[in-house]
């Protein structure tokens, strides 16, 4: 697989023997406060629940979008998403199946695009049905920022036509699932990265569930997530446990 845009491909291994073991989630809708994980919390739209303490994400769920009440939610999401413990615009991105107008989904979709790239922040995208015109989108977009498809669940060759693109994807429950496994084993670690999501699951038994599929020990999963993790959300995770 090729690796060509934004320089991602670059990022240097890190390693950073305080953080090696610590568990990384990139997207939950829960707070998690504990010593074996740090997490990044999905806000879409109370985005008075951003605390000062913890990471964060901030988008316009397609689920959520409403024609008469975006402009406002999105001047708010401008706001907020300026702050350091802000990592990235998202979930956004676009849903077949949900009952929003499509051409209000693209419209929103867009802006979230410009404004990651313009405050130079990565996207988390929510993606049903929809793989084909996300990519479409962020190309004429002309996007620069890192991009995680979260949730990843489908086939090696849209993981392929992703990571080409030189994005990355998350993964949660279904490596718990014992019929992902092959899929998941075929695709470069180096694009890889780990969530909850809305899942009664916990990120340490997803990462365990991984590194068993990939064969290798949990210090090595740990570290090489950590490097993808730096690699699109910065060095904020660098920090951990000083
Ligand atoms: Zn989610």
């Known amino acids: 697989m090729?690796?060509?845009?934004?320089?991602?491909?670059?990022?240097?291994?890190?390693?950073?023997?305080?953080v090696k073991n610590k568990y990384i989630n990139v997207h939950t809708h829960q707070?998690?406060?504990?010593?074996?994980?740090?997490?990044?919390?999905?806000?879409?739209?109370?985005?008075?629940?951003?605390?000062?303490?913890?990471?964060?994400?901030?988008g316009l769920h397609p689920w959520h979008i409403n024609a008469l009440t975006a402009k406002s939610c999105f001047a708010e999401l401008a706001l907020v998403s300026q702050k350091t413990n802000v990592?990235?615009?998202?979930?956004?991105?676009?849903?077949?199946?949900?009952?929003?107008?499509?051409?209000?989904?693209?419209?929103?979709f867009v802006k979230q695009i410009e404004w990651a790239n313009h405050i130079k922040k990565p996207l988390i995208i929510h993606c049903v049905r929809a793989h084909d015109e996300i990519l479409q989108l962020l190309k004429s977009a002309n996007n620069k920022s890192p991009v995680v498809f979260h949730g990843f669940n489908k086939k090696l060759t849209l993981?392929?036509?992703?990571?080409?693109?030189?994005?990355?994807?998350?993964?949660?429950?279904?490596?718990?699932?014992?019929?992902?496994?092959?899929?998941?084993?075929?695709?470069?670690?180096?694009?890889i990265v780990f969530e909850t999501d809305d899942a009664h699951v916990t990120i340490d038994e997803i990462y365990k569930s991984a590194a068993?599929?990939?064969?290798?020990?949990?210090?090595?999963?740990?570290?090489?997530?950590?490097?993808?993790?730096?690699?699109?959300?910065?060095k904020n995770f660098t920090n951990l446990n000083e």
């Open 2 to 18: 090729k690796h060509e845009t934004n320089n991602k491909s670059s990022c240097i291994l890190i390693t950073i023997a305080a």
């Open 31 to 58: 707070t998690i406060e504990n010593s074996i994980s740090e997490s990044i919390q999905n806000v879409s739209g109370d985005f008075d629940n951003i605390k000062e303490h913890g990471f964060f994400s901030v």
């Open 87 to 108: 990592l990235a615009i998202g979930e956004c991105g676009l849903d077949k199946l949900c009952n929003t107008n499509y051409e209000l989904q693209k419209n929103w």
């Open 159 to 191: 993981a392929s036509k992703i990571i080409d693109h030189g994005y990355y994807l998350s993964f949660g429950k279904q490596l718990l699932w014992g019929n992902y496994s092959d899929i998941f084993k075929a695709i470069p670690i180096e694009r």
């Open 212 to 234: 068993h599929i990939k064969n290798i020990t949990l210090d090595i999963l740990c570290q090489k997530v950590l490097n993808n993790t730096i690699c699109v959300f910065g």
